[in-house]
C-alpha cells in the first residue's frame, strides 16, 4: 500500500472535505480541556496533548440511549355483557394497548485523531456487541460501529502512563484503524488499512508521500514504539488473577478507592450499561446509560442482596474482568494500554501496580522491572495486527518440581 | 522537626501503641507530581508518608460510612484546615465516632492546583518540587519551568480562613499565622460574577458548566460529607427522582441535589472540584450555598465541634433572608 502525505495546512480542508459528507468528530480544546467534539470548520483539532480526556467511545456507544419509545392508550370499552354484577364490574375494566417505537439512528461518522489505544478500544467492544462466540449481537451498537470510521493518528510522544506495548499494541498500531496519520514535517504520512479508510481518504490534497517522508515516519514510529513503558509482563497474568482471588491484597490496594466510576467512563474498553424506563403519564421510553462495576447497584439483587457487597470485591472484578474473564470469553484483552484511569483517577489508582502485585504467582513479590520488548511493531506496519491471543496471559505449564524452565 | 517528619513520627507511634489499626496519609504517586493518599499499617512503613504541596486530598473521605475497611477500625488521619472543617461536620452529627480516630492536624500554607500547571503545557508533568515560595515543574521530554506558588495555589487556598486544623489530637509542628477571622468577613469575591447574573443567564451558565458531566459519581464518593453512599437519592431507581440519563438539564438536577443536600455541612473544601475527572467546576455552586448560608444566619460549617449544622436547629429569631 502507497503511503500518502497530508500537508498540516491541509488537514482544515481535508476534515471540511469530509464533514461535508458525514459527521466528523476530532479531539478539540475548551477551556483547556481536551475531548471528542464534534468537529466544524474554525474549530483547531488537538494533536499535541497525549489522550484526550475520554475516549472517543461515547460517539458508538452513546452514554445514554433510547431505543425505545412506548405510550399507552385505552381502548374502546368493551360491551357490556349480560352476565351479573361483579363481571359487569370486570368488564368495565378498561383494556390498554401499548405502542413501541424502536428507535435506532446510525448516522455515517468519521472519527479523526483517535489514537491506536482507542481504535483497540472499539475492536475489543466489538467482540462483545457484534456477536462474538455466538454470545450477544447488539443492533445499536452494531450500526453505529459500522457508519463510523476511524482515522488514527500515530503516538509521537507517549506519556508516562501509557503501556500499550505491554500488552500487545503499539503507538502505531493499526488495529480497528481505517487509516493511520503519523506526523511527519509540516504534515502527515497517511496509511490506509480497508475501504473505509480508501474512501474517507480519497481527497485531492493528498499526494504520494516520498521516500523521505515514508521513512521519517517510520523513523517517528520506531522513536515512539521505544518510549512506552513496559510496566509488567502479561504472561501468567489469568492464571495468577485466578489464584489470588481470595487475596489480601485486593484489601491493600483498593484502599484509596471511593468507588466512583472515573475509570470505567475514561476507558476505552468498559461497556457495561443498565437499562431504565422512564414514563411521563401514558407516555414514555426506554434508555441504556453507562453504568459500572464500581457502583454499588450495580450487583445488587432485588432481594437486597450484593454478591459484590464490598469495595474490594467490585475493585477485583473490574481488573479481573480485563485480564481474566473477558479473555476467557473472547480470546483477547479487554485493556489497551492508554492509561487513562491513572491519569484521570481522584486517587490515581494505578492499574500497572494492581497487575504486578495480583497478576504475580501467589506467596512471590512483583517484579519491579521488566525489560523492554524490541521496538518492532512500528517497524512493519502493513504487516497483520499484533496478535494478542488470550494464551499470552496464561503462563507456561509450569515443570513438575515448580522450578522455571 | 519538618512537619514531615513529625507526621511519621505520630504514625508511628499510635501505629506500635496499637492505637491505630491503620494511618492515613499521604505519600507519593507514580512520580513525583502526584501524590496519593496513603495507608499505612506498619510503624515500620511510615517513611513514605509525605507532606508537601501537592497534599490536596482530603483524608476525612476515608473516614465516612462504608470506608474504614474492616468496619470499625481504629484509624489514625491526618487534616488540614479545611478537611479538619469536613470532620467536625461529621462529628456534629455522630456520624463518625470520635473515640475510633486519631487525628494529627497538619497546619497548611497552601496547595498547588496541579491542573493550573498542567494547563501550561502540552506534554506531560512528570515533577513537580516546590521550596521559597517558588514551584518547579519537569516535563516528560525533560522541559523545566518555574511559577510563583501564589499564582498556582488552589482557588481554596487564596481564601482560607483555617489554615490551622479546628480540631486535632496533635500537630504536626507549629502553627501557621491565622487571619482575624473575628473582624474580617469572609471572602465571597469568587462567586460575585455569578451573582450579578440575570437568572436566565446563570441557568444557561449552569447547564453549559455541566453538560460535559458523566455521572461518574467522583464528586459524590470523594466528598467528605456527602455519605448516603449506596442509598444516594441520584441513583435510586424506585422511585426514579432524578433521571440517570445524561444531559444538560438532568445533570444540573444532580448536582443541586448534591448541593442541597450537603448545604450546612459542606465548608467548601473543594475535594468536589478535584475529582472531577472533567474539570466542571463544581465549587461554584457550594460556595454560593455557603455565602447564603452565611449571609442568613452567620454560621461557617464544620468550626465548632459543640455546634448543629445549621439545618438541625430550629431558631425563632432566625432571618430568612430578604
Not at chain 2, 477500625?73 to 479538619?84: R, W, Y
Request: with cysteine; aromatic share 8%.
Amino acid at each position: 500500500m502507497a503511503i500518502k502525505y497530508l500537508s498540516a495546512d491541509q488537514l482544515p480542508a481535508f476534515l471540511s472535505s469530509l464533514a461535508e459528507k458525514t459527521r466528523v468528530v476530532a479531539p478539540i480544546k475548551t477551556d483547556g480541556v481536551v475531548q471528542f467534539q464534534p468537529w466544524a470548520a474554525g474549530k483547531d483539532v488537538e494533536l499535541d496533548v497525549l489522550l484526550a480526556k475520554q475516549s472517543p467511545k461515547e460517539f458508538v456507544f452513546l452514554q445514554s440511549e433510547t431505543f425505545l419509545k412506548f405510550g399507552y392508550s385505552m381502548a374502546p370499552a368493551a360491551e357490556d355483557g349480560e352476565g351479573e354484577a361483579e363481571s359487569a364490574s370486570e368488564s368495565a375494566i378498561p383494556c390498554e394497548t401499548v405502542d413501541v417505537e424502536a428507535l435506532n439512528e446510525a448516522p455515517a461518522q468519521v472519527i479523526f485523531g483517535l489514537r491506536p489505544c482507542d481504535a483497540r478500544g472499539f475492536v475489543q467492544m466489538d467482540n462483545v456487541f457484534g456477536g462474538y462466540g455466538g454470545f450477544y449481537f447488539d443492533p445499536l451498537y452494531s450500526a453505529r460501529r459500522e457508519a463510523t470510521t476511524l482515522l488514527a493518528v500515530t503516538c509521537r510522544e507517549p506519556r508516562s502512563t501509557c503501556f500499550c506495548t505491554a500488552i500487545g499494541g503499539c503507538p502505531a498500531g493499526h488495529e480497528g484503524v481505517d487509516a493511520l496519520f503519523t506526523q511527519v514535517k509540516d504534515g502527515f504520512a497517511v496509511e490506509t488499512f480497508t475501504e473505509k479508510g480508501e474512501a474517507a481518504t480519497a481527497f485531492a490534497g493528498l499526494g504520494d508521500a516520498s521516500d523521505a517522508q515514508e521513512s521519517e515516519a517510520a523513523e517517528v514510529k520506531l522513536q515512539a514504539t521505544g518510549k512506552v513503558d513496559v510496566p509488567f509482563a502479561l504472561e501468567g497474568i489469568r492464571d495468577n488473577l485466578h489464584d489470588n482471588i481470595g487475596g489480601e491484597g485486593w484489601h491493600d490496594l483498593c484502599m484509596r478507592c471511593i468507588s466512583c466510576g472515573t475509570c470505567t467512563y475514561v476507558c476505552p474498553n468498559c461497556y457495561c450499561f443498565s437499562i431504565n424506563d422512564e414514563l411521563v403519564e401514558s407516555t414514555g421510553e426506554r434508555y441504556r446509560v453507562w453504568d459500572n462495576c464500581f457502583n454499588p447497584l450495580y450487583t445488587e439483587e432485588t432481594s437486597g442482596h450484593n454478591p459484590r457487597a464490598a469495595k474490594s470485591n467490585r475493585f477485583r472484578n473490574r481488573f479481573s474482568h480485563k485480564f481474566w474473564y473477558y479473555p476467557d470469553k473472547y480470546d483477547s484483552l479487554l485493556c489497551s494500554g492508554c492509561g487513562r484511569c491513572i491519569m484521570h483517577c481522584p486517587t490515581r489508582i494505578d492499574i500497572r501496580e494492581v497487575l504486578r502485585v495480583m497478576g504475580t504467582p501467589v506467596g512471590t513479590t512483583p517484579a519491579q522491572a521488566i525489560a523492554a520488548p524490541a521496538a518492532e511493531c512500528a517497524a512493519e506496519s502493513t504487516a497483520a495486527p499484533p496478535a494478542l491471543p488470550v494464551e499470552a496471559t496464561r503462563a507456561a505449564p509450569a515443570s513438575p518440581d515448580g522450578k522455571e524452565a | 522537626m519538618s512537619r514531615q517528619d513529625h507526621i511519621r513520627e505520630f504514625a508511628a507511634a499510635a501505629l506500635r501503641d496499637g492505637r491505630v489499626d491503620y494511618f492515613i496519609g499521604w505519600k507519593q504517586g507514580h512520580n513525583s507530581s502526584e501524590v496519593v493518599p496513603a495507608f499505612v499499617k506498619d510503624p515500620a512503613e511510615v517513611e513514605q508518608l509525605v507532606w508537601n504541596e501537592l497534599c490536596h486530598h482530603n483524608l476525612v473521605t476515608f473516614l465516612k460510612r462504608n470506608m474504614p475497611d474492616p468496619a470499625g477500625a481504629k484509624i489514625g488521619v491526618c487534616v488540614k484546615g479545611c478537611d479538619s472543617r469536613t470532620l467536625v461536620a461529621l462529628l456534629q452529627e455522630e456520624l463518625v465516632d470520635k473515640d475510633t480516630l486519631y487525628v494529627v492536624g497538619v497546619p497548611c500554607d497552601g496547595i498547588v492546583d496541579r491542573r493550573k500547571l498542567e494547563k501550561e503545557s502540552a506534554d506531560e508533568l512528570v515533577a513537580i518540587s516546590c521550596s521559597d515560595g517558588k514551584v518547579s515543574v519537569t516535563t516528560r521530554q525533560g522541559s523545566g519551568k518555574e511559577f510563583a506558588k501564589d499564582s498556582v495555589l488552589l482557588d481554596v487556598c487564596g481564601r482560607c480562613r483555617y489554615p490551622n486544623a479546628v480540631y486535632a489530637d496533635d500537630t504536626a509542628g507549629p502553627p501557621v499565622e491565622e487571619p482575624d477571622r473575628k473582624h474580617a468577613e469572609p471572602d465571597w469575591s469568587d462567586v460575585a460574577d455569578y451573582e450579578n447574573l440575570s437568572d436566565d443567564d446563570k441557568q444557561a451558565l449552569l447547564e453549559q458548566i455541566y453538560s460535559t458531566c458523566v455521572r461518574c459519581f467522583a464528586c459524590i464518593n470523594v466528598c467528605p460529607v456527602c455519605f448516603c453512599w449506596d442509598k444516594c437519592v441520584n441513583r435510586s431507581r424506585q422511585p426514579e427522582l432524578v433521571s440517570q440519563k445524561v444531559g444538560p438539564k438532568e445533570n444540573l438536577l444532580f448536582q443541586m441535589v448534591h448541593m442541597f443536600h450537603v448545604a450546612g455541612r459542606c465548608p467548601s473544601c473543594g475535594a468536589c472540584d478535584r475529582a472531577c475527572p472533567v474539570e466542571i467546576p463544581l465549587y461554584l455552586l457550594h460556595r454560593k450555598m455557603n455565602k447564603e448560608i452565611y449571609d442568613m444566619f452567620r454560621f461557617e460549617p464544620g468550626t465548632k465541634l459543640d455546634e448543629k449544622p445549621v439545618f438541625q436547629v430550629f431558631d425563632l429569631t432566625d432571618q430568612f433572608g430578604d
